[in-house]
């Protein structure tokens, strides 16, 4: 039986030909539609009946059949039919930025191109710009989003890494009792993305190898030797696991932590105080005695410095700031008190306005803003002053006096291309807070992209900036602004910028969201949650602030609500 990844993806390809081929857009909606449902259960869509697959909106018969199809045997009919048309490669060449269904389909049909070295030689022969109405901007465009892919080839959101990791840790678990199994490397820092995963295997013997290379996600194994096995994953991820001595359990989790940067200024650092530092630990060499090593702070604290988090090994500057005493009390997910940025049924959300605040409640939440998007955002069913204002009210209307727990009516309003704001101020002033983000036209020069956001700053009743930069990590570079006078313009104005916190875009990035503290500018760290299961996106942007250096007072949503709400752009 297929796990509900399989299925959301094999649903995806269908809906992606089908595009390709130019079919009706209702039924390629339809599959992508049931992909995202699919995909987003959470329950084995597998082992569901006939019936309770079809009470799910937008599955009809037919497609409840294809999903049955394709849980008991791995495949579909339509699928191959497909396949047999278009070749599978042509997919690679449909998620190159700026490559649509229509695009990809006349590559194919017009120039025989079917996969992405194609694409490229296409493109560099100049057989691109010959095709009606395509040209050689679109040809250079296509050229820059082949570069792109190839400098994120084979690295993976940090979100994806750890849920393999973290399947492949329980899975041994379950195999044997008390296994100290520890993921080191990127993943442990928490960077955007990773290159492999790093996992390391305490006290463990050659068998937990055997073990690590059975796994029944794994789809091929690379090295498999005494100590150290590498194999790669269904995903396509690579994970390594090097089984280690207990005793040089600390030198070990220190080691292949990182990052290489970090460590070589950590190495010098014990070279200057007449030492020597490996994975085995840190030994003075005058006298060979071993003075550090069982455990990761022990080595730390015998070079002179406090405990670094993990999260800051990227040396800069956590070095000099862990020898005088000065790293930062990192905040944490437990510091978070509120949400500010999520949508429902309303907009694009997939869940209803009671059962967001329903579950945001039930996580452990005190306080969060209701935020669809406004009517430029037309494909997300995007609202009008009026609809906005009547949402407010429906908002409002579940909070009680002397609940603990508070909705506020806000919206995540465009920034029209001239910085305007999509919706008027009367009704922007009406609410309890704005989040102003860039969704279209993000293709502007950085003189119009800066002067733009800039300008929503300075609206009266701006509060936040949503995904400043509008990146998607592995998919779509930053777009062009000048981010020094955003952030600028953000401390003079009072206006808070948001870490969005989904997992492909955290954004503001780590080095951003440090220049914007550094330069007096609140943070918000926020879900940007589309469904219940996505209110756990903070965590993701929890590490970006923890990779800024941030602490809980730099971050506005972990105060209380009243405190929050005094420190808005409106209220001061
Ligand atoms: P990635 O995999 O590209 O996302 O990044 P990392 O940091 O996980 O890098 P990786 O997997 O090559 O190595 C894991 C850690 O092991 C790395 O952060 C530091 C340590 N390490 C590996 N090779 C070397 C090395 O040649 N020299 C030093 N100093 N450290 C190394
Ligand atoms: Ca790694
Ligand atoms: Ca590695
Ligand atoms: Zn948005």
Redesign the pocket.
């Given at each position: 039986m297929s796990d509900n990844a399989t299925i959301a993806r094999i649903l995806g390809e269908i809906a992606d030909l089908l595009d390709i081929s130019g079919d009706n857009p209702f039924k390629v909606r339809a599959y992508r539609n049931a992909a995202d449902i699919v995909g987003h259960a959470a329950e084995q869509v597998a082992a569901m009946d006939d019936a309770t697959l079809r009470t799910w909106g937008g599955i009809g018969k037919d497609l409840a059949q294809r999903i049955h199809e394709i849980a008991t045997t791995g495949d579909c009919a339509v699928r191959r039919d497909l396949a047999a048309t278009y070749p599978l490669t042509l997919l690679d060449v449909l998620a190159l930025q700026g490559v649509g269904p229509k695009t990809a389909s006349r590559l194919f049909t017009e120039l025989g191109v079917s996969s992405t070295p194609e694409v490229e030689a296409a493109a560099r022969d100049g057989r691109i710009r010959a095709l009606k109405g395509m040209g050689q901007k679109k040809e250079a465009l296509i050229l820059q989003a082949l570069a792109e892919r190839q400098q994120h080839a084979g690295?993976h959101l940090l979100a994806d890494a750890s849920a393999a990791v973290h399947a492949l840790l329980d899975w041994l678990h379950a195999q044997r009792e008390g296994l100290d199994l520890q993921p080191?490397?990127?993943?442990r820092?928490g960077?955007d993305?990773?290159?492999?995963?790093?996992i390391l295997a305490v006290g463990a013997d050659r068998t937990v190898l055997d073990l690590f290379v059975a796994c029944p996600n794994v789809a091929r194994v690379l090295a498999h030797g005494d100590t150290k096995a590498s194999v790669l994953l269904d995903s396509g991820l690579q994970a390594?696991m090097r089984a280690v001595d207990p005793a040089a359990r600390g030198a070990a989790l220190q080691?292949?932590?990182?990052?290489?940067a970090h460590?070589?200024a950590l190495?010098d650092r014990a070279i200057a105080q007449g030492c020597r530092l490996n994975e085995y630990g840190l030994v003075r060499v005058a006298d060979n005695i071993r003075l550090a090593g069982d455990t990761e702070d022990g080595i730390y604290r015998a070079l002179g410095l406090d405990m670094i988090p993990p999260e800051l090994r990227e040396d800069r500057g956590e070095l000099s700031a862990a020898d005088a005493g000065h790293l930062p009390s990192l905040i944490a997910v437990s510091d978070l008190r509120g949400d500010v940025h999520m949508h429902t049924t309303e907009s694009d959300g997939r869940d209803d306005l009671e059962t967001m605040a329903h579950a945001a409640r039930a996580r452990g939440l005190s306080f969060i803003a209701i935020t669809d998007h406004s009517k430029a955002l037309a494909v997300a069913n995007g609202m009008d002053e009026e609809r906005t204002l009547a949402h407010a009210a429906r908002i409002r209307a579940l909070n009680r006096p002397g609940h603990i727990f508070t909705l506020l009516a806000g919206i995540e309003c465009d920034i029209l291309a001239d910085g305007r704001m999509d919706l008027d101020d009367d009704c922007l002033k009406a609410l309890d807070v704005v989040v102003a983000s860039v969704h279209l036209h993000l293709g502007q020069d950085e003189e119009t992209m800066t002067a733009r956001i800039i300008r929503a700053i300075e609206h009266p009743w701006v509060d936040i900036i949503g995904h400043p930069t509008n990146r998607l990590l592995l998919r779509r570079a930053a777009s062009h602004v000048h981010i020094e006078k955003v952030i600028d313009a953000a401390a003079a104005n009072g206006v808070a910028l948001e870490i969005n916190a989904q997992p492909d875009r955290r954004d503001l990035s780590e080095t951003h969201a440090r220049l914007a503290r550094d330069r007096g500018v609140r943070l918000v760290i926020n879900s940007d949650a589309h469904a219940t299961a996505q209110l756990a996106h903070p965590a993701w942007g929890v590490l970006t602030a923890r990779r800024a250096w941030l602490t809980p007072d730099d971050v506005l949503n972990t105060r209380d609500v009243h405190s929050f709400r005094r420190a808005l752009k409106r209220h001061r």
């Open positions: 690295r080191v490397g990127s993943l820092r960077t993305t990773c290159g492999d995963v790093d390594d080691y292949f932590t990182g990052s290489k460590n070589i190495r």
